[in-house]
């Protein structure tokens, strides 16, 4: 069993900067693909980033590539979400999720592909 935490969330002005981090309880995170999701009031949850166990492999939707950036520490057991040049319509809660593998897929985006989640921390970006 694995337990996720977010943190870093809060509210930035837009063109500000946030890291969110999530931290992993359990073994075996150094084989778990990762990834952030959010979501916004009245809207569905959506994909953001994820990385694979070695963080060789990144992935982004489009509308935060160039601006966020995914990274992992093994070694913490933590994930991380750098997010610059924020704007008031990637004001969402922040999720981290996650599930053991150590193969490629193309499934990243899909929020049915992760078997862990956090509990979200609230980002809001004022204009």
């Known amino acids: 069993q694995v337990q996720l935490v977010e943190s870093g969330g809060g509210l930035v002005q837009a063109g500000g900067s946030l890291r969110l981090s999530c931290a992993a309880s359990?073994?075996?995170?150094?084989?778990?693909?990762m990834g952030w999701f959010r979501q916004a009031p009245g809207k569905e949850r959506e994909f953001v980033a994820a990385?694979?166990?070695?963080?060789?492999?990144?992935y982004y939707a489009d509308s935060v590539t160039g601006r966020f950036t995914i990274s992992r520490d093994n070694a913490k057991n933590t994930v991380y979400l750098q997010m610059n040049s924020l704007k008031p319509e990637d004001t969402a809660v922040y999720y981290c999720?996650?599930?053991?593998?150590?193969?490629?897929?193309?499934?990243?985006?899909?929020?049915?592909?992760?078997?862990?989640w956090g509990q979200g921390t609230q980002v809001t970006v004022s204009s």
């Open positions: 999720a996650g599930r053991w593998l150590r193969t490629t897929t193309t499934n990243y985006f899909n929020a049915d592909l992760y078997d862990y």
């Open positions: 359990g073994r075996a995170f150094s084989s778990y693909f």
């Open positions: 990385i694979n166990w070695s963080s060789s492999n990144r």
